[in-house]
């Protein structure tokens, strides 16, 4: 994707980045190299021209963005505990009143949900980590009432057995077209630098929530139909096992399957269809290595009896969050998949089915803002939304740093609107 704006991305005298549309040439069906970028054994496809238009800036590690249904308000989660509103595309100087209660004791705030009832009953739901007295998280569910910009009511309607002292929680929810929640917990692995497996193997452990998919009713209750209710020593809330650590759903426009997308270690990283009750493999199958450069897994393929993935990436990508573009604003787009990335900080778009050489393709996007793209959303007026979280250096650009390791600096995350710009 080639700039095509005369904005310039650094310098003095050029504009911040975050204050101003931005128009890149995108191509249909595009690139067929292994991560999207320009390869000179296939056709470069049609040029088609995006603008994406800051909506929101200055946020602190935007991690999930829902959409209200009166067509005007947009609720987006800071990672570090507040909750807030866009509404007509500008967003409230003021956090969303009543969260973080106290008595929940909160860690960080990861997704945002609003129910599919919303209108009557004004449900919101927020996942979180919880702590506890003997310094340990967990992953919860928690429900409220919104009025405006007020949370009410607010109290845990699920907490999953993940007790631990570190690790990863991971924590993306869902609602799915069943009216089920769905909600992603992380393997928990406070040793991701050491050969030791003992807690990554917590996911294949069917008696705790650790590297799991959950499905829970709207209350927190267990559905009678989840694939391990009334099976003794398992977990009725478990859908699937054998996650390091999910960061996305998306339900397939024509099949209905469940997708999500997986970060795995150094490399690794999976796009998966889930099957209730399935087992995905990690740590016993897995082509990542450990973050001490050993491989996770001695059989890194096929183990019998474990789902191998739709597409894998190598090296990593660590995708955050996914959709399926079925909207009418880019025709051009319909069907295909969008994965958000913090590594390589791009949104990747993927194309199956298409014509030879390579039936399927891959586009790097966004690449331009050098920030981490922590979640995309369509809207209902079929505009591709995204929250991203970058550092900026003392001149109020990104920080070319960010991408060797750097920390996210604190309030310069964003939220963006991809239009069409032809």
């Known amino acids: 994707m080639r700039p095509y704006s005369v904005l310039l991305l650094v310098g003095l005298a050029a504009p911040s980045v975050a204050q101003q549309p931005m128009v890149f040439d995108t191509y249909t069906p595009g690139p067929c190299s292994p991560n999207g970028q320009p390869h000179g054994g296939c056709p470069p496809g049609t040029l088609h021209r995006i603008r994406v238009v800051p909506l ?25 505990g507040r909750l807030r509103m866009i509404r007509d ?23 945002v949900l609003v129910h599919p009832q919303f209108a009557q009953n004004h449900w919101v739901y927020l996942s979180y980590s919880k702590g506890d007295d003997q310094k340990r998280t967990t992953l919860a569910l928690a ?50 630098t050491t ?50 650590n999910v960061y ?31 087992n995905y493999g990690w740590p016993l199958v897995s082509f990542g290595k450990i973050y001490n450069g050993n491989h996770a897994s001695e059989q890194s393929y096929y183990r019998p009896g474990m789902e191998m993935p739709v597409m894998f990436w190598m090296p990593a990508i660590s995708p955050s969050s996914l959709i399926f573009y079925t909207g009418d604003k880019f025709p051009y787009w319909k069907g295909h998949l969008f994965v958000g ?5 791009q949104l990747q778009r993927i194309a199956f089915n298409q014509p030879p050489p390579q039936v399927e393709r891959r586009e790097s996007l966004l690449t331009q803002l050098d920030a981490r793209i ?34 996210p600096g604190p309030r310069h995350g964003m939220v963006l609107r991809i239009e069409p710009a032809e």
Not at 57 to 76: C, E, N, S, Y
Not at 165 to 174: H, Q
Not at 261 to 276: H, V, Y
Not at 376 to 402: H, K, L, M
């Open 56 to 80: 929101a800036t200055g946020l602190d590690r935007p991690w999930h963005i829902a959409f209200l249904p009166d067509g005007h308000g947009m609720l987006v989660t800071e990672t570090p």
């Open 89 to 111: 595309g500008v967003l409230d100087p003021k956090p969303v009143s009543g969260w973080p209660v106290t008595s929940l004791n909160a860690q960080t705030l990861n997704s």
């Open 143 to 192: 429900r409220g009432r919104l009025d405006g910009m007020t949370l009410t009511d607010i109290h845990d309607i699920f907490v999953a057995d993940a007790w631990e002292p570190g690790g990863a929680l991971a924590g993306r929810a869902a609602f799915g077209p069943d009216g089920m929640v769905y909600l992603a917990v992380g393997d928990r692995d406070r040793f991701v």
């Open 195 to 244: 050969d030791d497996s003992s807690a990554r193997m917590l996911a294949q452990d069917l008696g705790n929530d650790a590297g799991k998919v959950l499905r829970v009713r709207d209350d927190g209750g267990i559905p009678a139909d989840n694939p391990f209710a009334g099976r003794a020593g398992a977990k009725p809330e478990i859908y699937t096992y054998g996650h390091r």
């Open 248 to 278: 996305g759903f998306a339900w397939h426009p024509d099949t209905g399957a469940l997708w999500s997308c997986e970060i795995g270690p150094m490399g690794g990283d999976e796009l998966n269809i889930l099957q209730p009750g399935k």
């Open 341 to 345: 990335a913090l590594n390589g900080q």
């Open 374 to 407: 922590r979640d995309v959303r369509q809207g209902a007026d079929g505009y591709i939304y995204v929250a991203t979280e970058a550092a900026e250096d003392t001149t109020g650009f990104p920080n070319p740093r960010y991408g060797q390791g750097a920390a």
